[in-house]
Every structure is written in C-alpha cells, then in structure tokens.
C-alpha cells in the first residue's frame, strides 16, 4: 500500500534495530521510535482526535515534531504543521481555515498562547512539555508516557495524510491536502534519483512545516537516521554534520552560502557527508561552481517543485553538474534539471495550448505526487487544476534535452514598453558582478513605460557598488530595456520561512505594491 503508516510498518519490520533518530546523544532504534509513535497517537486519540480529524502542531524540527507528525499517519488523522514564524491572527487564520481541533505547542511558543487572537481555543491547546514554574497543566511528554500504544489504521491511498500551507506569498497561505499516494508516490521517483541508502544519516535542516521536509520520505523508507536542526545557522549544520556523521542534507541556496561562509568552515570534520540537496529557490550558476568546490566528493543534486507536488518535479543529478563544469557550459547549472520519472510536464501558453520546444510559458504537470486541491478556496482549484492537469504558475521554457529553466513566477513577470522582461534573466547578470551578494528585480509603475525595472541588492562584504557600475556591468549582457535603472541597497532581502524572496513585499515598498 502507498500509505505512509504501511511504510512505516515495512520499515520497523525489517530495520528495526537499526538507529532512527539521533536526540541529544541519544540514538533511538526504529523500533524505539514507531513505540514513540504508537504513543502519540495514543495521546491524539485520548484528547478526542479522530481519523481524518486535523490537528496543529506550532513546534520547531525535533522528535517530538516528527512522533506528532507521524502519529497522524499512523492513526489515520491529518497533521497540519503551522509557521511558527507567523504572527498570532495568521496563525489562528490556518488553525481556523484548517479547523484544527487540537493544537500542540512546543513550550518555546507559550507566548502564542497568551495572544488575544488564540484566545478562543486556550482550552484546544496541549503543551509539548512541562511550563516553567511548575504548572499543573498537562502537557504532552506526561501523556506520552502513560499513554497505550495505538494500532495502526489502514488508511487508503486518497486519504489526506499532512495539510502544508503555502507561504503565502501573494497573500493568506493556502492549505494544500497532500495525499498517502501523493507522498509516497514522490518518495519512490526520488529514490530513483537521490539512491538514498539503510546507512544514510539525514540532517532536517528545511522547518518541518514546509513541504521541503517531505525529501526526508525517500530516507525514511531505506531506513536511514534523522537528525533534527531546530534552527539554522552554518554553525549548527556544521556541528551537526561532525558530530552524528550526517551523510545527506537538503538547504536552500541562501542557507548553503552562508554555511560556505562561516569563519571556521575548515575547522569542521565534514567528511561523512556524501550529498547535499539544494532549492527552493534559483541560485546563480557561479554559486553553484563555488559550491562544488567549496565540498569537493559530495554529490549535489538540485531539485525543483512545489508544495502542490509533494513536493519534487525535476533532479539535475551529479553528472549533469560535473558535465556543465567539464565542458564550460554553465547554462546547464541554470536550468532546474528534468522530470523525475512519473512526471508529465508541458509548457503552455495563455489559452492552455502546449507551446514548441524552446518557448517560454507556464509550466503545467500531473503525475501521481500532484495534489487535487486546495482547502476551501474552489475558485483557486478551479483555476489551477484543470483537465487532469496543475498550473504551476510558474513561466519557463524545456529545451530539446528535456532540461527546464524556469525564468519567472506568472505574477512576477515585467513588461515594459510593451516589452517582456524575466526577473530572472536580470538577476543572473547581477550575479556576475563580484559586488552582488544577493539581489531581487521587480516591476515598478513608471509614466513613461508602464513598468520599470529596479533592482534590490545586497552588497558583498566590504563592497559598495554605485548604481552606474551596476548599469556598466549588464551593458553588453542584456538588452537594454533589460537593464534596470533603479536601485535600493539594502542588507538583507525579505524573505519566507525557506528563503524564497518575497517580492511582493518590494513591490509594496517601493513600487506601492502591483
């Protein structure tokens, strides 16, 4: 069966002595662990969660977040991780859109509790430990350890196993219902492209209310160990890749940068380490060179997709990296790879007609990860998917090899003077100035031309560059209706909870939003 508890059972069934999660330094079995499991959703059931209920959980990566997350599937009820990054009424807006009866908070977030906005639901909320101060209130780990172990619900392959939300990006975050089969689904076309092994050790680096987690799935089914990064920084990853002998880990390009970045790099014993996923988010071609050799023996594999598709589409595996370094051509670096095996994938125009190879427009897929739905919005599923088929909204061209380069989101496209400009195409030129350590470009309203083109950049350390040497150095690169004439130097960037640039806050900054 393709359901994420009947994966569970496999894998306690054949690995079960093996080592599962590394706490602290503790290491539990697999075993250990699905008796954790079987206890949480004791815990659940005994709180009133029943099959196919939701419940919220506002906690940071740990076991305690992956029992909870995995007592759902093996009950049979819909786990609804929450952005802990949220302020309050958007947390009770996705506890309400969800309507999650119980929720669990880890005891880092008791002020959430405490917020007028959560008010209603003070009595739905279990803490994951004991308050400080020695509260009488129950909490989780005290049911957990006097709980009876649950036994396994059959849940069909349909079922809703996990509801992520989008980040929200374009306003309130949508609820997507992902499948058993979705997940499963997507973990078995990544084993086929990632090889994950029984010996692996997987660092969760990506916050487990993001669908990014899921690459994890592949790992879980060999058996592998977990281990949980409660939060990030390129010292903690580095730490914990020398002290459990972390093999495998996923990170943003933002969060691998700043780990090839930190002052005692070399210090660390990194050699375990044999694969480092990357994406979420486009990284410059002459990052990814310094990447390669910044961890010369690891394998890199970038992945491309959304929480609609469990969320991978597309793999540019190992030796396509080695073959755009080998052979210069470094255009390879910037495409996203090609579909995983399972995967339809088409490029269509605005009218839903497939387009010849080569020309730009929205990359539609299906495949059994792709969801069906989203939560309580019909006019959005409707939009989105149709004929059998997702609207990514994503805008991108496959070439004749099969290799997709995604070149814009459908909403972030520029058009000025009547001309068509790819947000990503400029920026990829800024990268090549050694002054940019990150930029953004967007639309903003302009008399002449309807739209105009103003960049957002972060300078390198110690670097300071002028808007005329940022003009100089695109001249020659792209057109010049490409070439943005407006700037802001700022120190960071805003972004989401995985580092994707939020461009609509720019907008709304510096170009009263669009």
Not at 290 to 300: A, H, T
Not at 311 to 322: D, G, K, N, R
Not at 429 to 445: R, T
Request: proline share 6%; net charge negative.
């Amino acid at each position: 069966m393709l359901t994420l508890g009947s994966t569970l059972a496999r894998t306690v069934r054949l690995y079960g002595d093996r080592p599962a999660v590394f706490d602290g330094h503790d290491a539990l079995t697999w075993r250990q662990f699905a008796d954790r499991i079987a206890r949480a959703a004791g815990v659940l059931l005994s709180l009133g969660v029943e099959r196919g209920h939701r419940y919220g959980l506002i906690c940071r990566n740990g076991l305690q977040n992956a029992e909870l997350i995995q007592a759902g599937y093996w009950m049979g009820a819909v786990p609804v991780p929450v952005n802990y990054r949220l302020a309050p009424p958007e947390i009770a807006y996705v506890l309400d859109d969800a309507a999650c009866g119980l929720v669990i908070v880890e005891d880092v977030f008791t002020d959430v509790i405490g917020a007028s906005e959560l008010q209603p639901r003070a009595d739905k909320i279990l803490l994951a430990a004991a308050e400080a101060g020695g509260s009488n209130r129950p909490h989780y780990e005290e049911l957990r350890t006097q709980a009876e172990p649950a036994r396994m619900h059959e849940s069909a392959e349909g079922d809703d196993a996990i509801l992520l939300y989008t980040g929200g990006t374009t306003g309130r975050p949508k609820g997507v219902p992902l499948s058993h089969k979705n997940i499963v689904s997507n973990a078995l076309q990544l084993g086929c492209e990632l090889g994950p092994r029984g010996d692996d050790v997987y660092l969760h680096v990506a916050p487990m209310f993001h669908s990014a987690d899921l690459l994890a799935t592949p790992f879980f089914i060999t058996g592998a160990a977990h281990v949980y990064l409660p939060k990030f920084s390129g010292e903690a990853v580095l730490g914990a890749i020398q002290s459990f002998g972390v093999s495998v880990a996923l990170m943003t390009p933002s969060m691998l940068i700043m780990t090839m970045q930190e002052p005692d790099f070399a210090r660390y014993d990194i050699s375990s380490l044999r694969q480092l996923i990357y994406g979420s988010s486009p990284m410059a071609a002459e990052w990814i060179v310094k990447m390669l050799d910044r961890f010369p023996g690891v394998e890199m594999v970038q992945s491309y997709g959304l929480t609609e598709t469990s969320p991978i589409l597309t793999v540019l595996s190992m030796a396509e990296h080695e073959q755009a370094v080998a052979s210069d051509r470094l255009d390879i670096l910037r495409s996203v790879g090609r579909p995983m095996p399972g995967v339809d994938m088409k490029i269509v125009d605005d009218e839903g007609a497939e387009l010849p190879v080569g020309d730009a427009g929205e990359v539609v897929v299906r495949g059994p990860n792709v969801a069906d739905r989203y939560l309580n919005r019909p006019e959005e599923t409707e939009a989105a998917f149709r004929g059998g088929w997702f609207f990514t909204g994503d805008i991108g061209r496959l070439d004749d090899r099969g290799y997709l380069y995604l070149l814009d989101r459908k909403k972030d496209l520029i058009i000025t003077g009547g001309e068509m400009v790819f947000s990503s195409e400029v920026e990829a030129v800024l990268y090549q100035n050694p002054k940019v350590h990150e930029c953004a470009v967007i639309g903003v309203p302009d008399e002449t031309y309807g739209e105009a083109l103003l960049a957002a950049v972060v300078p390198a350390p110690g670097e300071s560059p002028t808007e005329e040497e940022l003009i100089a150095h695109c001249r020659g690169k792209i057109g010049g209706y490409k070439i943005p004439r407006r700037y802001v130097f700022l120190d960071h960037l805003p972004k989401s909870a995985i580092d994707k640039v939020l461009k609509t806050e720019l907008r709304q900054t510096y170009g009263n939003g669009k």
